[in-house]
């Protein structure tokens, strides 16, 4: 696997927020409307392109080093998700949730930039797992469950 540090992440994003900001005051310098759609549009053109999002090696630093590491929440329920799982495997879950946290990552470092403040440092994320109750399923439960959870698509 290959890391990225929490600074390499940080000021990756601080860098392509002021770069994306002052393009888009050069294209846009009149109309915020214009500005904020330019910006939008070319936040996924960038996330898109970014090798930290097209090589699945780096994703999961990503996510870790991001603020908004839930961000794909916004956009795709558990029922999309496990479809994705299941049609393309459990790496394209790792891209699509460091699509969004980046993507989210550098909108909120534009917007501060466009509120006149510096991006802020945010403070590292952390994943810190909810308390589960263990429950032992077995026979027909256990079969219940497993095809409400995990859907077969496409059969």
């Known amino acids: 696997m290959t890391n990225i540090t929490y600074r390499e992440y940080?000021?990756?994003?601080s860098d392509i927020a002021e770069d994306l900001y002052k393009e888009a005051m050069e294209e846009h310098p009149e109309d915020e409307d214009d500005r904020n759609e330019y910006i939008l549009e070319r936040?996924?053109?960038i996330v898109d392109g970014h090798q930290w999002i097209i090589y699945?090696?780096?994703?999961?630093?990503?996510?870790?080093?991001?603020?908004?590491p839930g961000a794909y929440q916004d956009i795709y329920g558990n029922d999309d998700l496990g479809s994705i799982v299941a049609d393309r495997g459990l790496l394209s879950l790792h891209t699509i949730i460091a699509y969004c946290a980046m993507q989210a990552?550098?909108?909120?470092?534009?917007?501060?930039l466009d509120q006149g403040a510096e991006p802020s440092e945010p403070a590292p994320s952390v994943y810190v797992p909810e308390k589960f109750e263990t429950v032992?399923?077995?026979?027909?439960?256990?079969?219940?469950?497993?095809?409400?959870?995990?859907?077969?698509?496409g059969v």
Do not use: M
């Not at 940080?10 to 994003?13: F, K, P």
């Not at 699945?56 to 603020?67: I, Q, R, W």
């Open 10 to 13: 940080r000021d990756e994003i």
């Open 43 to 45: 936040v996924n053109e």
């Open 56 to 68: 699945c090696t780096y994703n999961l630093s990503v996510y870790e080093h991001s603020p908004n």
């Open 105 to 112: 990552d550098i909108e909120q470092a534009v917007w501060q």
């Open 136 to 153: 032992e399923l077995t026979g027909a439960e256990r079969d219940a469950y497993i095809t409400k959870r995990f859907p077969k698509q």
